[in-house]
């Protein structure tokens, strides 16, 4: 079968390439699915290139999202034929991904698609956008509601924040998003932003322990001084979920916005949570939340395109999403 392969050919020096290697087979309580859709993620990215943190197992195949068919199964639960996806988990890290023809699976790992969506849409969505739903329900669950004020999304033309600014403004919510990137601002009002906030802009009287409320909620994709940054803006009893680091894994802050404010930083976790939490997200984004901008945020690709989508991805060029289609 062909698989994008990444090889550690000497020591901090990676190579990545398409190649064919034998299919998997099973073995007790596993699954074999047989690849339709990928898609591409940071995370990817940086596997992509050896980074420790991620991977450290070699030769590896990249993709932490995988949709398709059961093509061979030891599972009581799953058949030959039913449509299923995996996202998280230890797949694409330092077990082989979905960028390949056929990948192996234990079945823990795997949900159910809903009729309702195709492979490609859930994997235009995937991890990113199971993260995003994840954080939109959180804000939903702890009582942020539209009518109680602005949600901020930072990072907002990533995956993850271009995913949730399209569904949070799908279900009646108005959107304030922050970005670098000033000329995606037409496209991110096209996806549902109400309006857009220059990173550099954000960053301005940060120095002040507090700032006047503004936003019921906050979903932040980026971490760091954005974060700490939009914490002072967030209005009495707000929630602000955190699931992403490319700005800073370091967050320096200070507690008035929690004790004066009641403020609730959540933390955003799509790898390990529960399957049946994964699963009641998929059924959401294949019915009420599925967005009608799909189009707009994706980007169609296959195999032989992945290592140049990866230079956009670690450069901070890329918008949207990437789809593999296998």
């Known amino acids: 079968m062909k698989a994008f392969i990444?090889?550690?050919?000497?020591?901090?020096?990676?190579?990545?390439?398409?190649?064919?290697?034998?299919?998997?087979?099973c073995a007790e309580d596993e699954i074999v699915i047989k690849v339709s859709y990928s898609s591409l993620n940071y995370k990817d990215a940086l596997s992509s290139v050896g980074n420790p943190g991620v991977t450290r197992k070699f030769p590896h195949v990249t993709g932490i999202d995988v949709a398709g068919v059961v093509y061979e199964s030891t599972s009581t639960i799953f058949k030959a034929g039913e449509r299923v996806l995996v996202t998280g988990y230890d797949m694409g890290m330092n077990t082989n991904g979905g960028h390949a023809q056929f990948v192996k699976v234990p079945a823990s790992w795997v949900a159910r698609i809903p009729d309702a969506i195709s492979d490609k849409e859930i994997m235009t969505f995937g991890t990113a956008g199971l993260t995003a739903a994840l954080s939109v329900n959180e804000l939903i669950e702890n009582g942020v509601k539209p009518e109680n004020g602005e949600i901020l999304v930072t990072g907002a033309t990533g995956g993850v924040g271009s995913i949730a600014v399209s569904i949070l403004s799908k279900i009646g919510f108005t959107v304030v998003a922050i970005s670098g990137k000033e000329e995606k601002i037409d496209y991110l009002k096209r996806i549902g932003a109400s309006e857009v906030i220059l990173r550099n802009t954000f960053s301005e009287d940060s120095k002040k322990p507090m700032m006047g409320e503004k936003y019921a909620g906050v979903v932040d994709t980026v971490g760091g001084e954005v974060l700490a940054n939009a914490l002072k803006y967030i209005k009495y009893d707000g929630v602000a979920t955190c699931c992403g680091l490319t700005s800073s894994h370091e967050l320096n802050t200070n507690v008035f916005p929690f004790i004066l404010r009641g403020v609730r930083l959540i933390g955003i976790d799509s790898v390990e949570c529960k399957l049946e939490k994964k699963q009641a997200a998929w059924e959401k984004i294949a019915s009420k939340w599925k967005i009608d901008t799909l189009d707009s945020i994706t980007n169609e690709i296959s195999l032989e395109e992945i290592k140049s989508a990866y230079k956009l991805l670690l450069a901070g060029r890329a918008v949207g999403r990437y789809v593999v289609k296998i």
């Open 6 to 25: 990444v090889e550690k050919i000497a020591d901090r020096e990676f190579e990545a390439n398409i190649q064919e290697i034998a299919k998997p087979k």
